[in-house]
């Protein structure tokens, strides 16, 4: 028997109460899971499947993100036939056109959390977030948290399953639905893949081999023409007029691009014009900049070698607003009233005389 400081047995009910991911870490030394990894995940749906019962009302709560997503969707497959009914609601605003490809594709049917009522469910759940995230979820009494981020605090809830160590919640939820023996559909399959994709940013961020084993499970079945058409959307069809803008105003001088496209819905697409027109050979530098409030914005695109982008928007820009970034990438958001410009001063050629003097 392990013994704490005081010569005392860890107790028993506050340690059933933690994930099995968690308690192994909590109890340094002794493995308290010692199942296969198959077995553990048929556990934990057993465990998770006996919280709820053919009357209940449950009712999902996420931060609409691909991952959350597709979570919110693989629970709402686990307990189809075991509740009465199921909804996913959010509190968040969902901008991203990533992301509102992937819900409007997918046809996610959702809910914004302020306009459901929370007493109508007999049960809730939350998943790729813990409560204490969002003020919004911290007032809701929550029966089941699953969770890939660092635990913040003992929860008590019916069942928790917290893995930080999991690159993705949408890993945990395939781990789920094998060990339930339910092949996901076609949608929920890509979902759960793009849910992936984007939380370990490609397998690019941290990881483990679980988050391997779902993404491969994942690869047979998801639509990747779909997934990919998620990654691409970026743009709305109003914003294909600064493009024309941008290349109308283009110039090009020793191995740099310069163009201002005037006021802008959205500074993002400074940032895709910027990265389309580093796609040119030959182009060491791109410098897009445009008007969006009161400010002008500079997005700075190079190479990279023996230059850097973070160090030239310092130089040009630092002592009038924040100004920096990486060797290939920087942008700089100045008030137009620390330039003593408006916007209808500033055009290409402002751009090209702020900043070429800077640079070798
Ligand atoms: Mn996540």
């Given amino acids: 028997m392990r013994r704490n400081h005081n010569g005392e047995p860890p107790a028993p009910d506050r340690l059933s109460r933690l994930p099995l991911m968690a308690r192994k870490r909590k109890v340094n030394g002794i493995n308290l899971c010692e199942q296969s990894y198959r077995k553990s995940a048929k556990i934990r749906l057993e465990e998770f499947w006996s919280v709820f019962h053919k009357e209940d009302t449950v009712l999902v709560c996420i931060n609409a993100d691909p991952d959350s997503l597709a979570c919110a969707m693989a629970i709402k497959r686990l307990l189809r036939y075991r509740v009465k009914y199921i909804a996913i609601a959010h509190p968040n605003e ?26 109508d469910f007999t049960k809730k759940i939350i998943v790729d977030s813990q409560p204490d995230h969002l003020p919004a979820f911290e ?90 058409k998620f990654e691409l959307t970026d743009l709305r069809r109003s914003e294909l007029k600064y493009f024309s803008a941008a290349l109308n105003e283009l110039q090009y001088s020793k191995g740099r691009f310069y163009t201002h496209i005037g006021r802008v819905r959205s500074p993002d697409v400074l940032v895709i014009i910027a990265d389309f027109l580093n796609h040119v050979s030959d182009i060491d530098w791109v410098l897009v900049s445009g008007i969006y409030n009161d400010k002008l914005v500079v997005i700075f695109r190079c190479d990279g070698y023996r230059k850097s982008a973070g160090k030239l928007a310092s130089r040009v820009f630092g002592h009038l607003g924040p100004a920096g970034g990486h060797k290939g990438a920087a942008r700089a958001e100045i008030p137009l009233k620390a ?8 055009n290409t050629q402002t751009l090209k005389r702020l900043t070429s003097r800077h640079m070798k």
């Fill in 94 to 119: 969902v901008t991203r056109l990533n992301n509102l490809a992937m819900i409007e594709r997918l046809k996610i049917p959702l809910e914004k959390l302020n306009s459901v009522k929370i007493s």
């Fill in 139 to 228: 007032k809701i009494s929550f029966a089941a948290i699953i969770d890939h981020h660092p635990i913040s605090q003992e929860w008590e809830a019916a069942y928790v399953d917290i893995r930080p160590d999991y690159g993705a919640a949408s890993s945990m939820l395939v781990e789920y639905l094998r060990a339930a023996n339910m092949k996901p559909s076609v949608a929920l399959a890509t979902a759960l893949f793009y849910g992936i994709k984007v939380d370990t940013g490609d397998f690019e961020k941290e990881s483990r081999l679980a988050d391997g084993i779902s993404f491969r499970y994942l690869f047979d079945i998801a639509n990747r023409n779909l997934v990919r």
């Fill in 339 to 346: 330039l003593e410009l408006t916007e209808y001063d500033i």
